[in-house]
């Protein structure tokens, strides 16, 4: 149990265009979902928090504007990189949160690799 | 502002080494830490967590990991690795209830058959 899916796996596209990436909780129900970029060798560094139902709440230095994350529903949120330019080129794993679980973990999919020409 | 230090970058050991991975954290919260693992090409996993309680804490795989609060610490060990242990391992803390995560900049082992 508690799978979390990301489309696409990876994606090419040109500068200045758009790319919406989904994040799926296959069997379960997320209230909370995660997302966050990771440059080659480098960590995880968290980008927003996303609430299913309400606005995501986005960390320091990470522009809302360019980053829109919508989770409209309780198993999917979308990141969509808004007017894409090379420096956006990374990967891009989201996690999630089962619904009112004490557990406190956080199950992640397997990441979307961007790469912006 | 918390923070999570792994002092080992990159590790390479041979099959049947035993393996100890340093992790140090900066919060004054209440502490619940993680070991989470990447191996090529595939998704993050959890190894194992500490909440409370025992501060040893037996993972998946056969690792295990101690909390010593006196020192920040939250290393992460296996008595005898194999070659499959290749991954990059992440630890963690998270954010009282915020349920954020602040990972380490991860430690990549190569093990050699």
């Known amino acids: 149990g508690a799978v979390v899916s990301q489309h696409p796996s990876w994606v090419i596209c040109k500068s200045g265009t758009s790319v919406k990436i989904e994040c799926r909780s296959l069997?379960?129900?997320?209230?909370?979902m995660f997302w966050y970029r990771q440059f080659p060798k480098q960590s995880l560094m968290l980008m927003a928090t996303?609430?299913?139902?309400?606005?995501?709440?986005?960390e320091q230095g990470v522009e809302k504007d360019k980053f829109l994350i919508n989770h409209a529903s309780l198993t999917l949120s979308t990141l969509t990189v808004t007017s894409a330019h090379p420096e956006d080129s990374s990967f891009y794993i989201c996690?999630?949160?089962?619904?009112?679980?004490?557990?406190?973990?956080?199950?992640f999919g397997p990441g979307t690799r961007l790469t912006v020409l | 502002a918390q923070s999570v230090s792994q002092h080992n970058h990159h590790v390479i050991l041979s099959e049947a080494a035993s393996l100890e991975l340093g992790c140090n954290y900066s919060?004054?919260?209440?502490?619940?830490l993680f070991w989470y693992v990447q191996y090529p090409g595939q998704h993050l996993q959890l190894l194992l967590k500490?909440?409370?309680?025992?501060?040893l804490v037996k993972g998946i795989k056969g690792f295990e990991a101690e909390f010593i609060k006196s020192k920040f610490s939250f290393n992460l060990r296996k008595p005898s690795v194999q070659w499959s242990d290749t991954a990059e391992y992440f630890c963690a803390v998270l954010e009282d209830s915020s349920y954020k995560l602040i990972f380490g900049s991860g430690t990549r082992l190569l093990v050699r058959p």
């Open positions: 500490y909440f409370s309680g025992d501060p």
């Open positions: 919060y004054g919260g209440t502490v619940n």
């Open positions: 069997d379960f129900q997320a209230t909370t």
């Open positions: 996690s999630a949160v089962i619904g009112g679980s004490l557990a406190l973990e956080q199950f």
């Open positions: 996303s609430n299913e139902g309400s606005k995501a709440t986005y």
